[in-house]
Each structure stands twice: as C-alpha cells, then as structure tokens.
Nanobody
Framework: QLQASGGGLVQAGGSLRVSCVVS????????IAWFRQAPGKERTFVAAIRWNGGLLYDEDSVKGRFTISRDNAKNTVYLQMNNLKPEDTAVYYCAAGSPILSATRRPQYYAYWGQGTQVTVSS
C-alpha cells in the first residue's frame, strides 16, 4: 500500500515536498516513481529512484527543479519540487514496481499505486 501526501496550493516560484509512504517489508527492493496527471491529459513520468539508488527524471519538464530521494528506514520516498510553475499543476501519484531500467518511465510496469495528491501552482 502506498500513501501520498504533501500536496497543496503554492504560488509560482514556490516549493513543495510530497511524500510517499510504502507499507510492507520489500520497500528497499522496489523502484519508486512519481507520475503526474493534469486534467484531460495522460499520466506522465516525473521522476524515479530505483532499488539501487539510481535516479531518473523527466529531463524536459523538471530538470534542475525537482529532486527525488528515499529513506529506507522510514519506507518513504520524497519529491522536493522547487521553482514550481503553473504547468506543474496536476495530481501527483507515487508508484512501486520492479521495472527494468529501460522501462522505468512507463506506468504499466508499476504494480502498486498511491491515491494521488493534488499540487496546484498559481500564476
């Protein structure tokens, strides 16, 4: 089970940190990813941290602004979002799975999903 939290309303240029708590004993063996979905749009990849600590980002949209990290002792993954833009407005979902490296950005390779947390950035 995944529980996402930390979303909210922020002005453009502001920061938020969303968290994903993962229940279960296999947390450290999973790749944990963040996806987001804006109204009327498809769910898209934001960032992932693989079981071995490897990091991937959607370079075009979040490069240099978002940072993903994990705390295995707390079974928690964080997404620190800085310099937020109105186009970052979406529901943010965390997901857990075991995709191969080349499939990390594909939502169909994640078996477990959180309920989502709304992030709204005002201009």
């Amino acid at each position: 089970q995944l529980q996402a939290s930390g979303g909210g309303l922020v002005q453009a240029g502001g920061s938020l940190r969303v968290s994903c708590v993962v229940s279960g004993r296999s947390f450290s063996s999973y790749t944990i990813a963040w996806f987001r979905q804006a109204p009327g749009k498809e769910r898209t990849f934001v960032a992932a941290i693989r079981w071995n600590g490897g990091l991937l980002y959607d370079e075009d949209s979040v490069k240099g602004r978002f940072t993903i990290s994990r705390d295995n002792a707390k079974n928690t993954v964080y997404l620190q979002m800085n310099n937020l833009k109105p186009e970052d407005t979406a529901v943010y979902y965390c997901a857990a799975g075991s995709p191969i490296l080349s499939a990390t950005r594909r939502p169909q390779y994640y078996a477990y999903w959180g309920q989502g947390t709304q992030v709204t950035v005002s201009s």
